[in-house]
């Protein structure tokens, strides 16, 4: 009976418009008893009832950026009826709430369509970047089972999972970030039959692997047990995805049962180089002959940055990180907005009680290097490029557009944006840690 339905079905294909196409459709259905539409509604609706059944949430494997710049983010995502409250495995103690949706487009698609400060990190649009940095907010599912769900980015296509949880959030985080600020400078040993050398960046969440002639790069999260690539790699004549760490002994086991029995040794990063978890704490900014201020680096482990705080409560500074040096640099930034106008921590040269050369792009930029005293540590600025016109100081303005149209610029006199009363940090000179380093 089989045989008889498949011979038919192959004669109604190829009949043309005849009588028997009748008979055809009628097979199909046998086939398919729901239409199309009913068949995504039922995954759309199976779907939902999985998202909401997981009682501490997911663990969210987010790749922003087509070039995938940033490397992956985890966030924690738990549902009700109608809210996502999310949290991001590497910003401690924070969640954000936001209506979320699942809607048909070809195919189921989870979409958080109302703002959420961490989970549209990426997606936001800036006076700085327009078009934000690459991220997602609308997500197509490509499979689904209780445990598990793969999707893949709308804008970017990039390929995205959810994972079940079987902790807390709280606890998920607790743990990666351990993971993340021990984590190692180098890697090497066997994947398969192939020895490998490896380099890690802690900004952009890649590695770069050297074995033999072969070079490459591959990109990937921290997790609460180690790290995960963004896709399995195949290389030695196994496939490796999923790694635990070892923070004691720095050892990376594959936990994929395609990698059985890979395990890498992870190198630490020698003592007399700041690698990045290093520069959180208290701080004081020494200025000009005799002033200063006591701040605070908080680290962004989403972008890899610092943040200055303590100048203002109007604004922090961005200090991104080298990972090549184990420098700072800071530069010319936007630090906010009132009344219409754009205010800039921008560079200057200041000498003899006159200032010129103010900049607000990136090129006049500052390089903030540690004296390698562990017991006095010092982190002292000199100016990236010294040809920019002896950058040494920084100065508070902002930009408006006046009557005639023209853009102008004017020198920041508000009171809570000024730092000792001043919009001006005159021959910058270091950042004084408080304690020894560690």
């Keep these: 009976m089989m045989k008889l339905k498949y011979l038919?079905?192959?004669?109604?294909?190829?009949?043309?418009?005849?009588?028997?196409?009748?008979?055809?459709?009628?097979?199909?259905d046998d086939?398919?008893?729901?239409?199309?539409?009913?068949?995504l509604a039922a995954t759309t609706n199976r779907a939902?009832?999985?998202?909401?059944?997981?009682?501490?949430?997911w663990e969210f494997e987010y790749y922003p950026g087509c070039d995938l710049a940033y490397g992956g983010m985890v966030y924690t995502v738990r549902f009700d009826s109608l809210t996502a409250t999310v949290g991001c495995s590497l910003i401690p103690d924070s969640t954000a709430t936001s209506l979320y949706r699942l809607t048909n487009d070809n195919g189921p698609v989870l979409t958080f369509d109302s703002y959420n400060s961490l989970l549209h990190y990426f997606a936001t649009p800036s006076t700085e970047e327009y078009e934000a940095k690459g991220g997602d907010f609308e997500f197509v599912i490509d499979s689904l089972s209780e445990d598990f769900i793969s999707l893949y980015g709308k804008k970017t296509r990039?390929?995205?999972?959810?994972?079940?949880?079987?902790?807390?959030?709280?606890?998920?985080?607790?743990?990666?970030?351990?993971?993340?600020?021990?984590?190692?400078?180098?890697?090497?040993?066997?994947?398969?039959?192939?020895?490998?050398?490896?380099?890690?960046?802690?900004?952009?969440r890649s590695i770069n692997i050297v074995s033999g002639r072969d070079t490459f790069d591959v990109h990937y999260t921290y997790t609460d047990r180690g790290i995960r690539l963004y896709q399995p790699l195949h290389y030695g004549g196994v496939s490796v995805q999923s790694f635990d760490f070892d923070v004691d002994s720095g050892k990376l086991t594959c936990s994929d049962s395609e990698g059985a029995g890979v395990s890498l040794q992870g190198v630490a990063y020698p003592s007399d180089?700041?690698?990045?978890?290093?520069y959180e704490g208290e701080y004081t900014l020494a200025y000009d002959a005799s002033s200063s201020a006591a701040v605070y680096l908080k680290p962004n482990r989403l972008e890899g940055t610092y943040l200055l705080q303590g100048l203002s409560s109007m604004y922090d500074l961005v200090l991104r990180y080298d990972p090549v040096t184990g420098d700072l640099r800071l530069g010319a930034q936007v630090i906010g907005s009132s009344d219409g106008n754009t205010y800039y921590w921008a560079t200057t040269n200041y000498a003899n009680g006159r200032l010129s050369s103010i900049g607000i792009t990136d090129q006049g930029q500052f390089t903030i290097r540690w004296n390698g005293n562990r017991f006095y540590p010092r982190f002292n600025f000199s100016a990236t490029n010294p040809n920019v016109d002896d950058v040494n100081s920084g100065i508070i303005i902002y930009l408006y557009t006046n009557e005639e149209g023209n853009l102008t610029a004017g020198l920041c006199t508000a009171p809570d944006w000024l730092t000792n009363g001043s919009y001006l940090f005159a021959n910058l000179k270091s950042l004084n840690r408080k304690g020894k380093m560690e």
């Design 48 to 57: 939902r009832q999985i998202l909401r059944s997981a009682e501490y949430g």
């Design 158 to 204: 990039n390929t995205m999972y959810l994972r079940r949880l079987t902790a807390s959030p709280d606890e998920y985080a607790e743990k990666t970030i351990s993971i993340f600020d021990h984590f190692v400078d180098s890697i090497y040993g066997n994947i398969g039959s192939r020895s490998i050398a490896a380099k890690t960046n802690p900004v952009t």
């Design 31 to 39: 086939y398919f008893p729901q239409s199309a539409s009913q068949r």
């Design 8 to 28: 038919l079905l192959l004669s109604c294909v190829g009949c043309g418009f005849v009588a028997t196409t009748t008979s055809c459709t009628s097979e199909v």
């Design 273 to 278: 180089f700041m690698n990045y978890a290093r």
